[in-house]
Nanobody
């Protein structure tokens, strides 16, 4: 079992950048594909980005392509989400997740963090 703790959220203006971090503990980090999801008020949780165990393969939602970058540092058991050119519609709670299914297109995740709030003002 793996525990996930996100950090890095906050209140920013449109056009600003933020970097979210998620530290994993309790299990072998490289056993998991990692993902970021988000949930805006009144909306369902949606996929944002995923990265495979080595970091060599990534996948993004259309809304994130060209603006967000997912990466991981296996030595630090940490996955990151660099978010640039933020828009008000990016406002949501962002969740880190881990999956034991090793397919970059997989959307079934087993473990979730508590979430970190990102608010983008116009």
């Amino acid at each position: 079992q793996v525990q996930l703790v996100e950090s890095g959220g906050g209140l920013v203006q449109a056009g600003d950048s933020l970097r979210l971090s998620c530290v994993a503990s309790g299990s072998t980090f490289t056993s998991y594909q990692m993902g970021w999801f988000r949930q805006a008020p009144g909306k369902e949780r949606e996929f944002v980005a995923a990265i495979n165990w080595s970091g060599a393969s990534t996948n993004y939602a259309d809304s994130a392509k060209g603006r967000f970058t997912i990466s991981r540092d296996n030595a630090k058991n940490t996955v990151y989400l660099q978010m640039n050119s933020l828009k008000p519609e990016d406002t949501a709670v962002y969740y880190c997740a881990a999956s034991s299914i090793r397919s970059i297109l997989n959307r079934r995740y087993d473990y979730w963090g508590q979430g970190t709030q990102v608010t983008v003002s116009s």
